[in-house]
């Protein structure tokens, strides 16, 4: 897997896409997808890891503010 590739995961995944998506896109199998994500965090459904990511960015944007 390439850096390119590793980014563009990362990027489908925060927009909801799921493991099979993802895969397809990149040009990669689906299991070599979810290892990847599983190994960086990023496992379980699309639409969960997006909306993980986005309550993690505001819980860090609230502790910037306090």
Same mark, same amino acid.
């Given at each position: 897997m390439t850096k390119e590739q590793a980014e563009r995961i990362k990027e489908l995944r925060m927009q909801g896409k799921g493991y099979k998506a993802a895969a397809s896109a990149v040009g990669l199998? $689906?299991?070599?997808? $979810?290892?990847y994500c599983r190994a960086n965090g990023m496992e379980g459904y699309g639409e969960a890891v997006k909306l993980n990511q986005q309550r993690e960015m505001a819980e860090d944007t609230a502790m910037l503010g306090a």
């Open positions: 199998s $689906r299991d070599i997808v $979810r290892n």
